[in-house]
């Protein structure tokens, strides 16, 4: 039918591993609560690397949420994480303001192509 699966907040109350054998699940999003605590202890970082590892091992997509500074991006970049999420990247946009930048970047890479 063309549709993906996503298990939203991953690693938090009802979520759990047995989903991942359940459904046929595309995409997890690591809750943030995992990522905005990962400068306070070290543990953290290496929960969200098993799943991270584990999920690239069973072919399932991963998104961490609420990647705010530039350290949680280079934490989550030590993982098989495979996208963020967060104002670290942009405040929420409205869809012309999206759309814009879309373009922009789209127009910027295609010149980048051609020189």
């Not at 993906?4 to 938090?12: C, K, Q, R, S, Y």
């Not at 495979?82 to 970047?105: K, M, W």
């Amino acid at each position: 039918m063309g549709f993906h699966i996503a298990i939203d907040n991953f690693g938090t109350d009802l979520s759990s591993f047995s989903a991942l054998h359940k459904l046929p699940v595309n995409l997890l999003k690591i809750d943030q609560s995992f990522v905005r605590t990962l400068d306070e202890e070290e543990s953290i970082l290496e929960i969200v690397s098993s799943i991270t590892k584990l999920a690239k091992q069973i072919g399932i997509q991963t998104v961490a949420e609420g990647i705010e500074t530039s350290s949680s991006v280079a934490a989550m970049q030590s993982t098989d994480c495979t996208f963020g999420q967060g104002y670290y990247y942009s405040r929420p946009l409205s869809v012309e303001d999206a759309e814009a930048i879309l373009v922009e970047n789209n127009n910027r890479i295609l010149s980048n192509r051609a020189a």
